[in-house]
């Protein structure tokens, strides 16, 4: 079995907390309509990327108790992550777009760009670790990965509470 990193468990509890404080949030809110285009976006975007997190970082130690050599785990995690990343980065361009057209005023280029940015980097960085370009930082970079997601997600939830659509 592979011995895991413990901040693997601190992002899954990180992760539950925004999903948490999401649901307060969402249960607070001062409008008792339907929620409008632009929350329900920001909530998709926080949650995908919370639970995300979340169940990410338990794949390796699920995979490691499975039985998988612990020299495949990280590249096999991080192939995993690749994929997710891709998805919800094709989600998330496409989602900006409708949201971008429909409130401009709430739209930021500069903090969609460098979100933008920060996920590309994070799928080259785990395909480094799929196709072994870099030795020995599997750990590192697949960690280093789901902190960008909580940060995106962090992101999302200052947006939630702060920016709100007029």
Known sequence: MMDTPE????????????????????????????MTAVHKYRLQILLTLAFGAMFLSLLPDLLGNYGFPPEHIWPLSSAVLSVYSVVFLYWWITSSRRIMQSYPALFNWFAFSRMAAGHV?????????????????????????????LLHAAQQFARMLFIQPE
Do not use: C, H, M
């Open 7 to 34: 901040s693997l468990q601190t992002i899954a509890e990180i992760s539950i907390a925004f999903a948490g404080f999401t649901g307060l949030i969402v249960a607070l809110r001062k409008n008792d309509g339907p």
């Open 121 to 149: 980097l994070v799928v080259l960085l785990q395909l480094t670790v799929v196709f072994s370009l870099i030795r020995d930082i599997g750990a590192a970079a697949y960690i280093s990965a789901l902190i960008w997601y």
